[in-house]
């Protein structure tokens, strides 16, 4: 009976405090930055963290990566071309707003185990 009221209790507060959250400003969360000055935003840092394979960059200077070998973290599949996946967020942008998590904690790789390569549908 404990075990119940607790998770009836958890689920009650999980769907009441969604509907309890402050409107968010989508722009004001970064997407790309280099908060390492290094000239690869936290897309490519991503992609270079996850590839199964040396990536290859688009130029001799390193900053953006075109190709590699990535596991779709969903299907399983692997893909190849770097413009066929996205890099997305493993928790929701309004969810780390009502966390107070401050905009630019989500975009930066190096505070941020939250972000993975996905595929593009």
Not at 22 to 32: G, Q
Request: aromatic share 10%; with cysteine; proline share 4%.
């Amino acid at each position: 009976m404990v075990v119940f009221v607790t998770l009836f209790a958890l689920i009650l507060f999980i769907t009441t405090s969604s509907f309890a959250c402050e409107p968010y400003d989508r722009k004001a969360w970064k997407h790309w930055i280099d908060a390492d000055r290094d000239c690869q935003n936290t897309r490519h840092e991503v992609l270079i963290e996850e590839s199964l394979t040396p990536v290859t960059f688009k130029t001799e200077k390193g900053c953006r990566v075109v190709s590699s070998s990535w596991l779709g973290a969903y299907s399983g599949n692997v893909f190849t071309d770097a413009s066929k996946l996205d890099i997305d967020h493993l928790v929701p942008l309004k969810e780390a707003h009502n966390l107070e998590d401050s905009p630019g904690m989500l975009t930066d790789v190096e505070t941020t185990p939250m972000i993975r390569v996905i595929q593009t549908h």
